[in-house]
């Protein structure tokens, strides 16, 4: 496989050159297409490093505050790739969160028990999250990536 440095995008080993720009292609060493292929949730390589290192304090924040983190990575850093995709991943998460307490409410005992038991499940995944982002990595959060919205 082959990639263009400058779009970030992917080719077959016959392309020679970029489709977007037309600049030359590298090959992506072999180590990376396995890890790739083994961890389909990983976008790291699909963000620039600059971005990434730029906007890492942002792409924190909807982990951190939940909705608040949310509006202001979105005004913070608009333009960040790298924060978008943890934006989504956050509110995916308080998404959840609020569902599973609105549930949770409506059945008495058992539900509280369940919400309760839930609540803190999405709080290990979003401190996952959070460790993810200081690693500058952007993986889809576990659990919650199998619910279809927010792609
Ligand atoms: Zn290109």
Redesign the pocket.
Same mark, same amino acid.
């Given at each position: 496989m082959k990639f263009?440095p400058? +779009?970030h995008?992917t080719y077959d080993d016959t392309a020679n050159v +970029?489709g977007?720009?037309g600049?030359p292609l590298s090959v992506i060493p072999q180590q990376v297409q396995q890890q790739a292929a083994y961890d389909p949730t990983d976008h790291t390589a699909e963000f620039s490093p600059q971005d990434i290192s730029d906007n890492k304090v942002f792409a924190m924040l909807p982990y951190l505050m939940s909705f608040i983190g949310v509006i202001i990575a979105l005004l913070a850093a608009p333009a960040s790739p790298f924060t978008m995709f943890h934006v989504r991943q956050g509110l995916k998460l308080s998404v959840v969160s609020i569902l599973v307490t609105i549930i949770g409410t409506i059945i008495p005992i058992l539900g509280w028990i369940a919400a309760g038991i839930c609540v803190v499940i999405l709080l290990v995944v979003e401190i996952i999250c959070f460790f993810r982002v200081c690693k500058g990595q952007a993986k889809e959060a576990p659990i919650v990536k199998n619910f279809g919205f927010l792609k």
């Open positions: 263009c400058n +779009c995008l +970029c977007q720009c600049g």
